[in-house]
C-alpha cells in the first residue's frame, strides 16, 4: 500500500488531491521564503512559526501555522516525501475531509505538546508532528484494525517509526515534542477517522481512468493536434522534475 503505482505525476494529483496540494504548499512557501526571499515570505515566517512566548500572549494560530512552514529545502523535502510515502493510502482509505482532520488534528497536538512541555522561549516549524500522526494511525491498523492493513506494510511501518524515534532522540535540532505528541494526536484520533474505512485498494484507482489500457483500441482524439515540443514523459512528471531541480539547488547551497 506504500508503493506507488500511478503512472504519472498528474494521475497521482488526480487520484490523491489532498496529499498533493500540501506538498506544493510546502515548496511554494520554500520558493517564498528562502530561495526568492521575498519580503512577504519574511512577513509569512514571522507569523506563522511557531514561538512558544508568543503563543503564550494569545496567538493561537501559531499552534496551526508551523506545519506548513519548513526551515530549508531538505526539512520541505523530507516531510513532503514523507508525506508522499504514507499520506496517500490514508487518504484513499478514510476520504479526503478525515484525512485533513487526521493530518492537521495530529499536528496541532504535537505544537500543542511542545507549547505545554518545551521551554518557554521555543520557536519550532515544519510537518514532522502531523507526519508522526499518520504513523499513529497506521500503528493504531496495526493493533487494532488488522483487517484495513497487509502484514507487509505493517512490517514497514513500524520499522520505520523505530528509525524516526531513533532519530528523534539522537539528532540535534529536532522537536521532539511535536514529533512524541504528533505521534500520540494520531494514534488518538484514529479510531474516528477510521470509523467506516476501507482498506487501500490500487485497483479503486485503476477505475478512475479516462483510458483503456494502451494495448486496446481507441480513439485518440487529440492524434491531429500538432505534435508539442515538450516531450510526454516530461510534460506527465513535471511535479517531479521541479522538486529534484529544488533538491539539486538545496544540496548546492550547503556547498557554496
Known amino acids: 500500500m506504500f508503493i506507488r503505482n500511478e503512472r504519472s505525476i498528474k494521475e497521482f494529483m488526480e487520484y490523491y488531491p489532498v496529499v498533493s496540494t500540501l506538498v506544493i504548499i510546502h515548496l511554494v512557501l520554500w520558493l517564498i521564503i528562502d530561495f526568492l526571499a521575498l519580503p512577504i515570505g519574511a ?6 512559526i511557531g514561538d512558544n512566548f508568543l503563543i503564550a500572549q494569545g496567538q493561537y494560530w501559531r499552534l496551526f501555522t508551523p506545519i506548513f512552514l519548513h526551515g ?7 516531510n513532503s516525501f514523507s508525506l508522499v510515502l504514507f499520506g496517500p493510502a490514508l487518504e484513499q482509505m478514510v476520504g479526503k475531509s478525515k484525512f485533513l482532520l487526521a493530518y492537521f488534528g495530529a499536528g496541532i497536538i504535537g505544537n500543542l505538546g ?16 502531523a507526519v508522526f500522526g499518520l504513523f499513529g494511525i497506521y ?4 493493533m487494532n484494525r488488522k483487517h484495513l492493513i497487509d502484514q507487509v ?6 520499522v520505520i517509526l523505530v528509525i524516526g524515534l531513533v532519530m528523534t532522540f539522537f539528532r540535534s535540532g529536532i522537536n521532539v515534542y511535536a514529533h512524541l505528541f504528533g505521534f500520540i494526536g494520531g494514534f488518538i484520533l484514529a479510531p474516528l477517522v477510521l470509523k467506516h474505512a476501507l482498506p487501500y485498494s490500487p485497483w479503486r484507482n485503476q477505475r478512475r481512468r479516462r483510458y483503456y489500457d494502451d494495448d486496446e483500441i481507441q480513439f485518440d482524439p487529440k492524434r491531429w493536434r500538432k505534435r508539442r515540443w515538450i516531450p510526454e514523459k516530461i510534460r506527465k512528471n513535471w511535479l517531479l522534475i521541479i522538486i529534484g531541480i529544488l533538491a539539486i539547488i538545496g544540496l548546492l547551497g550547503r556547498f557554496f
Open 153 to 158: 506494510s505493517a512490517q514497514m511501518v513500524s
Open 114 to 129: 511542545t507549547f505545554i512541555f518545551g521551554p518557554e522561549y521555543y520557536w519550532h516549524l515544519g510537518a514532522s508532528g
Open 43 to 48: 512577513m509569512i515566517e514571522a507569523w506563522g
Open 72 to 78: 530549508d529545502l531538505m526539512h520541505a523535502l523530507f
Open 139 to 142: 500503528i493504531f491498523m496495526v
